[in-house]
């Protein structure tokens, strides 16, 4: 769903939830930071409320409540890359804001606290899966709807199942991961380094930041369909999806190239150089 449509079909419509963007200020030139904040008068509240992140306020993430479907804000943070969420709740601003800003500080297995970036679709989506963990209702309860962003700059709803504990009687406010939660969220090493040299090329820049480490995984689970082992083939093989897409991955020349890889037993990158021969 492109975003217009979702703010007119869900701004228009009589409901006692109100709209709010997440977005990261860092990433937002000057002259459009001093644009929205204009243009928020007030409404936007920072999710840097632990005393340890304060010098990072201005950089970090920020909620800003939209009333009306002609805001601008919405489509000035989407144009500049920035938007990463889009959230309907009953909360209050100030409420949510607080109760989100639990999210950017959590606990490790080992017990050391981590910044995290959880609105990003790769983390949040992980995080909401985790009904059965003593925290979710405290990061996510009050929360009627998130929608988070894709490859080709639409919007999906995420999913987000109810919490399997009842809010604890005193808060908490940190989000303790377990181990299977904190590897999740890790990430692979094999897409970290890759999605580094990707971000170093200007095809990159052509899609939001917030949902680039998810295409440099799909570019690396095409190269093991394709049947590639070595993490040198599936690099070489992820990068061409990444900077020509299925009509690179499915030229002639690869094709051919992968015939000789797994016939003859030999590196992706000597079989490419085989057929430019």
């Known amino acids: 769903m ?6 007119a079909m869900n701004i228009s419509q009589a409901s006692s939830k109100s709209c709010f963007v997440l977005f990261e200020a860092g990433l937002l030139d000057n002259k459009a930071l001093r644009q929205v904040c204009e243009l928020a008068d007030g409404k936007m509240r920072t999710l840097f409320v632990h005393p340890q992140l304060e010098h990072l306020v201005a950089v970090g993430p920020w909620l800003i409540q939209i009333a009306q479907t002609d805001d601008t804000i919405p489509n000035i943070l989407e144009q500049q890359g920035v938007l990463r969420g889009i959230i309907w709740s009953d909360l209050l601003l100030p409420q949510l804001a607080e109760q989100l800003s639990w999210g950017c500080v959590v606990q490790s297995p080992e017990k050391t606290g981590t910044l995290l970036r959880f609105y990003t679709p ?21 929360i009627e709807s998130w929608y988070i962003s894709t490859e080709k700059q639409r919007w999906k709803v995420l999913f987000l199942p109810r919490s399997n504990n009842a809010p604890p009687c005193v808060k908490q406010n940190i989000v303790i991961l377990d181990n299977e939660l904190w590897s999740a969220l890790s990430g692979d090493h094999e897409v970290t380094a890759l999605l580094k040299v990707w971000q170093q090329q200007p095809q990159s820049s052509h899609f939001p930041i917030c949902s680039q480490r998810a295409i440099v995984r799909k570019a690396l689970d095409k190269a093991k369909q394709a049947g590639l082992v070595l993490p ?7 990068l061409h999806y990444l900077s020509g897409g299925n009509q690179s991955i499915h ?8 015939n000789n890889v797994i016939n003859n037993k030999i ?11």
């Open 2 to 7: 492109q975003l217009s449509e979702l703010l």
């Open 122 to 142: 790769d983390a949040l989506q992980h995080l909401a899966l985790r009904n059965d963990l003593s925290w979710h209702p405290e990061l996510f309860n009050g």
């Open 232 to 238: 040198i083939d599936k690099k070489i093989y992820a």
């Open 251 to 258: 030229s002639e020349a690869m094709s051919l190239a992968l």
């Open 267 to 277: 590196t992706l990158a000597e079989a490419l150089l085989q057929e430019n021969e």
